[in-house]
């Protein structure tokens, strides 16, 4: 018996590729991408076709006349900040789309950078702003004209005393390589950013499955066999996982 293949729904398909629904039904209207109605009448999405998209150039993000402004750049946007955080290239990417591709300081449109406002890393959405090249340096060129804060003189803590070294040394742990999200996403090399994003989908799963089977990787990050094979096999030729008897461990840990 011919196996059927699989059909998404609109809301796990749009999760797998990083869309609005709007852009889905736009392009079936324009017959850029397959969708199927069995009974009932509800839009399906093949999984070839998901993996179709994915394998090309990224569909992220649509055209902004594709999405509603109060409801789908918001929901891209609190995605992007809710789970991938760490992801450097993502967040930059988010705020300049959140901006208008527009510089919020003198209204350029070309060279644009992303700027933390409190001249620290934390990525939070009201401490990131764009800026275009020239607004970006004069911002710099302020902040090193500031003077800088002047350490606190605290008087000198007494230095401990040496601890006894133990009767009986345990053998040494294995050290774990700990490298930081955006690091390990870039060692992937993800083909666009719809499967960056599904890929740091596979990397939060991995984390908290530690020692999985590929169906398992599947159904806890909600995706494609396809793409999470391929996804291993990347993790894998990186050293990030190990594969023995059918089954896959991660030898890395994510930088918090």
Same mark, same amino acid.
């Given at each position: 018996?011919?196996? /059927?293949? !699989?059909?998404? !729904?609109?809301?796990?398909?749009? !999760?797998?590729?990083?869309?609005?629904?709007? $852009?889905?039904?736009?392009? #079936? @209207?324009?017959?850029?991408?397959?969708?199927?109605?069995?009974?009932?009448?509800?839009?399906? *999405?093949?999984?070839?076709?998901?993996?179709?998209?994915?394998?090309?150039?990224?569909?992220?993000?649509?055209?902004?006349? $594709?999405?509603?402004?109060?409801?789908?750049?918001?929901?891209?946007?609190?995605?992007?900040?809710? =789970? +991938?955080?760490?992801?450097?290239?993502?967040?930059? !990417?988010?705020? *300049?789309?959140?901006?208008?591709?527009?510089?919020?300081?003198?209204?350029? /449109?070309?060279?644009?950078?992303? +700027? +933390? &406002?409190?001249? $620290?890393?934390?990525?939070?959405?009201?401490?990131?702003?764009?800026?275009?090249?020239?607004?970006?340096?004069?911002?710099?060129?302020?902040?090193?004209?500031?003077?800088?804060?002047?350490?606190? %003189?605290?008087?000198?803590?007494?230095?401990?005393?040496?601890? &006894?070294?133990?009767? *009986?040394?345990?053998?040494?742990?294995?050290?774990? %390589?700990?490298?930081?999200? =955006? &690091? *390990?996403?870039? #060692?992937? @090399?993800?083909?666009?950013?719809?499967?960056?994003?599904?890929?740091?989908?596979?990397?939060?799963? %991995?984390?908290?499955? @530690?020692?999985?089977?590929?169906?398992?990787?599947?159904?806890?990050?909600?995706?494609?066999?396809?793409?999470? /094979?391929?996804?291993?096999?990347?993790?894998?030729?990186?050293?990030?996982?190990?594969?023995?008897?059918?089954?896959?461990?991660?030898?890395?840990?994510?930088?918090?």
């Amino acid at each position: 018996m011919e196996q /059927k293949e !699989k059909l998404y !729904k609109m809301k796990e398909a749009c !999760k797998i590729l990083g869309l609005h629904p709007n $852009t889905i039904r736009l392009w #079936d @209207k324009q017959g850029k991408i397959k969708v199927v109605r069995p009974q009932g009448g509800q839009r399906r *999405i093949p999984e070839s076709e998901i993996n179709r998209l994915l394998q090309g150039p990224s569909a992220v993000p649509p055209p902004p006349s $594709t999405i509603p402004k109060d409801e789908g750049l918001s929901s891209f946007l609190n995605y992007v900040f809710s =789970h +991938h955080r760490d992801d450097w290239e993502l967040v930059r !990417k988010a705020v *300049i789309i959140r901006d208008n591709y527009t510089c919020q300081e003198c209204g350029g /449109k070309e060279l644009l950078e992303v +700027h +933390h &406002k409190d001249g $620290t890393s934390r990525n939070d959405p009201d401490n990131l702003v764009t800026l275009c090249q020239k607004c970006y340096n004069l911002v710099h060129k302020r902040a090193r004209k500031m003077p800088a804060p002047q350490p606190s %003189t605290k008087p000198e803590a007494p230095a401990p005393k040496p601890e &006894k070294p133990a009767k *009986i040394q345990p053998p040494p742990v294995p050290e774990v %390589t700990e490298l930081p999200r =955006h &690091k *390990i996403l870039d #060692d992937l @090399k993800p083909t666009g950013l719809a499967q960056r994003t599904l890929f740091g989908d596979l990397l939060s799963a %991995t984390a908290v499955l @530690k020692s999985f089977t590929l169906g398992d990787l599947a159904t806890r990050a909600h995706c494609p066999e396809d793409v999470a /094979k391929t996804f291993c096999e990347r993790m894998s030729a990186c050293g990030y996982l190990v594969s023995k008897n059918g089954m896959f461990e991660i030898h890395v840990r994510l930088a918090r």
